[in-house]
């Protein structure tokens, strides 16, 4: 054979493979529907659809999606109508990216300071073959009744329930915070309500502000004298504990690691609450009203002889003499399927 002949037959095996190659592209893309827009199913905006929520608060989203080709991000939008009010979110968790079939459930956040009126809301779904369906709807923003004196900040994260305390601590990639506040007597502002997985553990992070809205958490941990004074209990509910033998049952476990001024805390009997990490457990399924309560001790002592099990103490106020300085009161539901 030639070499010509070699060149001829050269060219028609790479022109075959080029074109075997392409075909196979098609088909693997076929697989990809890309005329096929994301369907949105009912979508629920504000408490039992509604859509209506109130400054200070935050707004209730639940809508099933189904994307043939894929969600590639999600987005929310809210413009006020006539006014310069704009508010902007992006999601692309793993929850819902690369997904097909997904049930969309978020609350977002509505600071207190956000003008009362009438807005609009888009809510697009765009799938990874670049197909986008919105979802366009009236929202109502009713003015804060008062303004937010306390917030309690839940935020999920991987842990491992041992007896009356947490081993293995870590953030957890793709979740959002979301948060529960209160005015300056530590009424529930909106709907009140804390929605939990019964199994999930959350970071509770307790807020208090200033007339300015500057944050003042901080000055009952400031040192270790200060914080020897204080500690936090989660009221009511009765629940079942978490112990050695139930493993499905409530945690509610203090953990600051240092004070203000940047010094250690060491042990469980210094910790004071302005941190804590908490378990509903599976054993306090369903709807519970419970307080966050920072007691204020009449002496330094008392502090030490609370241990991790004293948290949900009914005679805690008899036990422990002093002051409860805070009380937020509100709804904790602990169902399945909540985030």
Same mark, same amino acid.
């Given at each position: 054979?030639?070499?010509?002949?070699?060149?001829?037959?050269?060219?028609?095996?790479?022109?075959?493979?080029?074109f075997?190659f392409?075909?196979?592209?098609?088909?693997d893309?076929?697989?990809?529907?890309?005329?096929?827009?994301?369907?949105?199913?009912?979508?629920?905006?504000?408490?039992?659809?509604?859509?209506?929520?109130k400054?200070?608060?935050?707004?209730?989203?639940?809508?099933?999606?189904?994307?043939?080709?894929?969600?590639?991000?999600?987005?929310?939008?809210?413009?006020?109508?006539?006014g310069?009010?704009?508010?902007?979110?992006?999601?692309?968790?793993?929850?819902?990216?690369?997904?097909?079939?997904?049930?969309?459930?978020e609350?977002?956040?509505?600071?207190?300071?956000?003008?009362?009126?009438?807005?609009?809301?888009?809510?697009?779904?765009?799938?990874?073959?670049g197909?986008?369906?919105?979802?366009?709807?009236?929202?109502?923003?009713?003015?804060?009744?008062?303004?937010?004196?306390f917030?309690?900040?839940?935020?999920?994260?991987?842990?491992?329930?041992?007896?009356?305390?947490?081993?293995?601590?870590?953030?957890? $990639? @793709?979740?959002?915070?979301?948060?529960?506040? &209160?005015?300056?007597?530590?009424?529930?502002? #909106? %709907? *009140?309500? =804390?929605?939990?997985?019964?199994?999930?553990?959350?970071?509770?992070?307790f807020?208090?502000?200033?007339?300015?809205?500057?944050?003042?958490?901080?000055?009952?941990?400031?040192?270790?004298?200060?914080?020897?004074?204080?500690?936090?209990?989660?009221?009511?509910?009765?629940?079942?504990?978490? $112990? @050695?033998?139930?493993?499905?049952?409530a945690? &509610?476990?203090?953990?600051?690691?240092?004070? #203000? %001024? *940047?010094? =250690?805390?060491?042990?469980?009997?210094?910790?004071?609450?302005?941190?804590?990490?908490?378990?509903?457990?599976k054993?306090?399924?369903?709807?519970?009203?419970?307080?966050f309560?920072?007691?204020?001790?009449?002496?330094?002592?008392?502090?030490?002889?609370?241990?991790?099990?004293?948290?949900?103490?009914?005679?805690?106020?008899?036990?422990?003499?002093?002051?409860?300085?805070?009380?937020?009161?509100?709804?904790?539901? =602990?169902?399945?399927?909540e985030?």
């Amino acid at each position: 054979m030639n070499m010509k002949t070699r060149n001829i037959h050269f060219l028609f095996l790479f022109t075959a493979l080029f074109f075997g190659f392409l075909s196979s592209c098609k088909k693997d893309n076929a697989d990809i529907p890309v005329t096929t827009k994301p369907t949105i199913g009912t979508l629920e905006i504000g408490s039992d659809n509604n859509k209506t929520v109130k400054a200070g608060t935050d707004l209730h989203l639940e809508g099933d999606i189904i994307a043939e080709a894929l969600i590639d991000k999600i987005e929310i939008e809210i413009h006020q109508d006539g006014g310069s009010f704009k508010f902007a979110k992006i999601y692309t968790d793993e929850k819902y990216v690369g997904k097909k079939n997904v049930t969309f459930h978020e609350h977002i956040d509505i600071p207190s300071e956000v003008p009362a009126g009438q807005y609009h809301f888009h809510f697009t779904v765009t799938d990874k073959a670049g197909n986008a369906t919105t979802v366009e709807s009236p929202l109502t923003i009713q003015g804060a009744d008062a303004k937010v004196a306390f917030k309690l900040v839940f935020t999920e994260v991987d842990a491992h329930a041992h007896g009356d305390h947490f081993h293995d601590i870590a953030d957890k $990639s @793709g979740v959002e915070p979301f948060s529960v506040s &209160f005015d300056n007597n530590g009424k529930a502002l #909106g %709907d *009140g309500h =804390a929605h939990l997985k019964p199994a999930g553990v959350y970071k509770i992070d307790f807020k208090q502000f200033d007339a300015t809205g500057q944050e003042i958490q901080g000055q009952y941990i400031k040192d270790k004298a200060t914080a020897t004074l204080y500690k936090a209990f989660l009221t009511g509910g009765t629940f079942v504990l978490n $112990s @050695g033998n139930i493993l499905t049952g409530a945690i &509610f476990q203090p953990k600051e690691a240092t004070y #203000g %001024d *940047g010094s =250690a805390v060491t042990g469980a009997i210094e910790t004071t609450g302005i941190t804590t990490y908490f378990t509903a457990g599976k054993d306090n399924a369903g709807e519970k009203e419970v307080a966050f309560v920072l007691r204020k001790f009449k002496d330094s002592a008392t502090k030490a002889t609370i241990t991790r099990a004293d948290w949900n103490r009914t005679d805690y106020v008899a036990k422990y003499p002093g002051d409860d300085i805070i009380r937020l009161s509100f709804e904790l539901h =602990a169902e399945e399927g909540e985030d």
